[in-house]
């Protein structure tokens, strides 16, 4: 395909360049070029994409067999990009997020759950839920069925920017007694971001619009099985000390809240890792072994180092207090 993607140098927007570099797509780049260099064999165009003159003069009359945008701010942004393209592209695809259901979520609820509030010409990116779901409106009032929402789950594997498997291999790799978020059994759903971008690159090849909960299939793994199989990819020595909820809560410790396992509000929330996903399995959604998107994370966290957290996520602190550790360790 000739494909645009709108950013591309960080988490989903870097494994959909990759990947679409890796399958033989024409790619093309559009982002402001302060981050990251453009990806060997893709050709990047350069502009802020808050400027909507500043797009159309670098997009040019040129055009794509599709799309795929990754903005997760102001939604007039994803507007202005989707009206531009809107006949100059045969799909547009944008990463959303499970964000955009009501809170709280239903159980096993698919794409019909109750949505947040949204506008398509907002400048306001401080509500990330209303955001996203903005930007899904204005991808659809552009190109209708030729859009595909992908809402995704809790996104991991190389390149995250979010700070939850970066963390955790950093804080395995001390080594020692380790409070884990427990029970160990608790289940977690999630998405490689690697899968995601393939997924969506097949879906704009095949035509394929609509709305879609993105994210493994619910139960397929644990906590326990996530920070096990970290352990054993790594080979760090490291012991997993599993502290209930209800100390963790006691103390004032936030670990767990990383992976959406409890809340403040609500130490034991549903809907969070049990997303009915059977409309992207049904479209050909396939996920990679937990092993394989560990192994890779920490290839990438040894080849390039840790990476610069995104302006929204939360501070490595915000998860470790080594004081509150220290007394759960004892207690434990």
Not at 4 to 21: F, K, N
Not at 82 to 96: E, I, N, P, T
């Given at each position: 395909?000739?494909?645009?993607?709108?950013?591309?140098?960080?988490?989903?927007?870097?494994?959909?360049?990759?990947?679409?570099?890796?399958?033989?797509?024409?790619?093309?780049?559009?982002?402001?070029?302060?981050?990251?260099?453009?990806?060997?064999?893709?050709?990047a165009?350069?502009?802020?994409?808050?400027d909507?003159?500043?797009?159309r003069?670098?997009?040019g009359?040129?055009?794509?067999?599709?799309?795929?945008d990754?903005?997760?701010?102001?939604?007039?942004?994803?507007?202005?990009?989707?009206?531009?393209?809107?006949?100059?592209?045969?799909?547009?695809?944008?990463?959303?997020?499970?964000?955009?259901?009501?809170?709280?979520?239903p159980?096993?609820?698919?794409?019909?759950?109750?949505l947040?509030?949204?506008?398509?010409?907002s400048?306001?990116a401080?509500?990330?839920?209303?955001?996203?779901?903005?930007?899904?409106?204005?991808?659809l009032?552009?190109?209708?069925?030729?859009?595909?929402l992908?809402?995704?789950?809790?996104?991991?594997?190389?390149?995250?920017?979010?700070?939850?498997?970066?963390?955790?291999?950093?804080r395995?790799?001390?080594?020692?007694?380790v409070?884990?978020?427990?029970?160990?059994?608790?289940?977690?759903?999630?998405?490689d971001a690697?899968d995601?971008?393939?997924?969506?690159?097949?879906?704009?090849?095949?035509?394929?619009g609509?709305?879609f909960?993105?994210?493994?299939?619910?139960?397929?793994v644990?906590?326990?099985?996530?920070?096990?199989?970290?352990?054993?990819?790594?080979?760090f020595?490291?012991?997993?000390?599993?502290?209930?909820?209800?100390?963790?809560?006691?103390?004032?410790?936030?670990?767990?809240?990383?992976?959406?396992l409890?809340?403040?509000?609500?130490?034991?929330?549903?809907?969070?890792?049990?997303a009915?996903?059977?409309?992207?399995?049904?479209?050909?959604?396939t996920?990679?072994?937990?092993?394989?998107?560990?192994?890779?994370?920490?290839a990438?966290?040894q080849?390039?180092?840790?990476?610069q957290p995104?302006?929204?996520?939360?501070?490595?602190?915000?998860?470790?207090?080594?004081?509150?550790?220290?007394?759960v360790?004892?207690?434990?």
């Amino acid at each position: 395909m000739k494909l645009l993607v709108l950013g591309g140098t960080h988490h989903v927007g870097r494994a959909v360049v990759e990947t679409a570099l890796e399958r033989g797509d024409e790619v093309t780049t559009l982002n402001r070029g302060l981050s990251r260099g453009p990806a060997p064999g893709a050709r990047a165009l350069i502009a802020d994409r808050t400027d909507p003159k500043a797009v159309r003069a670098a997009l040019g009359r040129q055009e794509w067999d599709a799309v795929i945008d990754t903005w997760a701010w102001a939604p007039r942004v994803v507007r202005d990009s989707a009206r531009l393209l809107a006949d100059r592209a045969g799909h547009y695809g944008y990463v959303s997020s499970r964000g955009v259901y009501r809170w709280p979520w239903p159980p096993a609820a698919d794409e019909s759950a109750p949505l947040v509030d949204g506008e398509a010409a907002s400048e306001d990116a401080a509500d990330y839920a209303a955001a996203k779901r903005g930007g899904e409106l204005a991808a659809l009032e552009a190109f209708g069925e030729r859009a595909l929402l992908a809402r995704a789950g809790m996104i991991l594997g190389p390149y995250e920017d979010v700070g939850r498997i970066p963390w955790w291999l950093r804080r395995l790799e001390k080594g020692g007694p380790v409070v884990a978020p427990g029970p160990a059994d608790a289940p977690l759903q999630f998405i490689d971001a690697m899968d995601l971008a393939v997924w969506m690159l097949r879906s704009a090849e095949n035509g394929v619009g609509g709305t879609f909960n993105v994210a493994g299939p619910p139960g397929a793994v644990t906590i326990g099985e996530l920070l096990q199989t970290a352990l054993e990819v790594t080979g760090f020595d490291a012991r997993l000390l599993w502290a209930p909820p209800d100390l963790l809560r006691e103390e004032g410790f936030a670990l767990g809240m990383e992976f959406g396992l409890r809340y403040p509000h609500d130490p034991a929330p549903t809907g969070i890792h049990d997303a009915d996903v059977g409309a992207a399995l049904a479209v050909g959604l396939t996920c990679r072994p937990l092993r394989e998107t560990l192994a890779a994370t920490w290839a990438w966290l040894q080849a390039e180092g840790d990476p610069q957290p995104r302006p929204d996520a939360p501070s490595p602190d915000t998860w470790l207090d080594p004081a509150a550790e220290r007394r759960v360790l004892e207690q434990l």
